[in-house]
């Protein structure tokens, strides 16, 4: 794992970040987030074609429960990218993200909705 | 980086102010002296000598001679250096540094692992805590240690500095007439009610009046050659005394006059006695038969 050496250490004081996360935890993270509340998970249901079992299906539907996946398209930077609209109320999963916000990420990334939707690019 | 710190860490402390304050004690009085110069400013003076029934004013020129006399003291000066705050500083920069030092030396005990219930917009885990403890030790110790050495530095310089110095001061001044010169010229005798007298010539530097004239001059000040002549107040009192006495004494003495007024108009005659006492003073002055005529008045009047 690399260090990020570059904020050490005065941004520790407030902010510090540990290394990159894997492609597959920043994947269950996005699946954590869509499905973790209901407010978010009816929002999308009807979107991803979603079952009773969100996370699992969606896990198996992306196969990032595999701790070796690897984004390849959409990429880890683009996912990263439409992901910033889940992190409004926080990095935490503790603090899941609003149903509109949980829309705006499927309608603004069609490409991740898709991904997430299982279809091929 | 260490060249910054150090640069950070001189201006932090070499910037703490000091409050100073300063108060003078005078000490003792190490010497006197005296110095002389006059100030060639030549005026025209007048005594006045008496022999009745002349009164004679001799003229003379002198210059201003100003006599100052100087003492040289020794005075310190004291600087109170100090800062109310130093002690506070030391004390709460020391509690920082403490806790910073603690932070970095227990990091180790803190978990390396990253904070993976949290992952950043970036795609970074959280730190872990022990890069967190890192960073707060470190932040504490940046803040807390010039603090300390400021406060340090602060209480070091306290203290009292005294400064020893001479310094002289004018204890007085007094100015003279000195040089005098006899100088001759024209007397004019100004400032009365009446018409003003004829000038008059000095003759080697003086002029003489005689008690009649006097009575008839009508003048308040002197001039030579149109520049105001200066009387000391002994001359002017003598010269006052003559012209009143010049009044008092062309009268003849008359015993029941005195007698009279010494019924009618006590307190003015006691007033005459008392000029005519002071006409005794005046050499040569026939002043005392109406002294003793006047007593006789009032002695008669009080039996």
């Keep these: 794992m690399r260090r990020p050496l570059h904020c050490w250490p005065l941004v520790c004081l407030i902010a510090c970040s540990g290394p990159d996360a894997p492609d597959a935890a920043v994947c269950r993270d996005v699946v954590v987030r869509l499905c973790q509340s209901a407010a978010a998970y009816s929002c999308v249901a009807v979107q991803l074609d979603l079952g009773l079992s969100c996370e699992a299906t969606l896990l198996q539907r992306t196969g990032c429960e595999d701790d070796a996946f690897a984004f390849t398209a959409p990429t880890r930077e683009r996912v990263l990218e439409c992901r910033e609209v889940l992190l409004s109320r926080g990095m935490s999963t503790d603090h899941p993200p609003a149903c509109a916000d949980a829309t705006r990420f499927l309608t603004g990334c069609p490409d991740v909705a898709g991904f997430f939707r299982g279809s091929q690019p | 980086?260490?060249?910054?710190?150090?640069?950070?860490?001189?201006?932090?402390?070499?910037?703490?102010?000091?409050?100073?304050?300063?108060?003078?004690?005078?000490?003792?009085?190490?010497?006197?002296?005296?110095?002389?110069?006059?100030?060639?400013?030549?005026?025209?003076?007048?005594?006045?000598?008496?022999?009745?029934?002349?009164?004679?004013?001799?003229?003379?020129?002198?210059?201003?001679?100003?006599?100052?006399?100087?003492?040289?003291?020794?005075?310190?000066?004291?600087?109170?250096?100090?800062?109310?705050?130093?002690?506070?500083?030391?004390?709460?920069?020391?509690?920082?540094?403490?806790?910073?030092?603690?932070?970095?030396?227990?990091?180790?005990?803190?978990?390396?692992?990253?904070?993976?219930?949290?992952?950043?917009?970036?795609?970074?885990?959280?730190a872990s805590s022990r890069d967190v403890a890192t960073g707060w030790g470190l932040g504490l110790l940046i803040v807390g240690v010039p603090a300390v050495v400021a406060g340090i530095v602060q209480v070091s310089r306290s203290g009292e500095t005294r400064e020893t110095r001479k310094r002289a001061e004018l204890l007085s001044l007094r100015e003279v007439p000195c040089e005098p010169k006899r100088v001759d010229g024209v007397v004019e005798l100004a400032g009365g009610p009446g018409p003003q007298p004829p000038p008059r010539l000095t003759l080697n530097g003086a002029l003489v009046l005689t008690a009649d004239e006097i009575q008839r001059l009508s003048f308040?000040?002197?001039?030579?050659?149109?520049?105001p002549v200066t009387l000391e107040e002994e001359d002017l009192d003598r010269l006052e005394t003559f012209r009143t006495c010049a009044t008092l004494l062309a009268t003849p003495v008359d015993p029941q006059a005195l007698a009279g007024e010494a019924r009618s108009r006590p307190d003015r005659l006691r007033m005459k006695r008392e000029l005519a006492r002071g006409c005794t003073t005046l050499p040569g002055a026939p002043a005392q038969p109406l002294l003793e005529a006047i007593e006789g008045a009032l002695g008669s009047t009080a039996l």
């Design chain 2, 220 to 227: 308040s000040g002197l001039a030579l050659d149109g520049t």
């Design chain 2, 1 to 126: 980086m260490k060249r910054l710190w150090a640069a950070v860490l001189m201006m932090a402390v070499g910037c703490a102010p000091l409050d100073v304050e300063r108060r003078t004690e005078r000490g003792p009085l190490l010497r006197t002296w005296s110095q002389e110069k006059a100030l060639n400013e030549r005026i025209p003076f007048a005594t006045t000598q008496v022999q009745w029934p002349r009164l004679t004013l001799a003229f003379s020129s002198s210059d201003i001679c100003r006599t100052e006399q100087h003492g040289e003291y020794a005075e310190d000066i004291i600087s109170m250096h100090g800062n109310t705050g130093a002690a506070a500083e030391v004390s709460s920069g020391g509690v920082l540094a403490v806790l910073g030092g603690t932070l970095l030396v227990g990091r180790s005990l803190f978990s390396d692992t990253p904070n993976r219930s949290a992952i950043d917009e970036q795609g970074r885990y959280g």
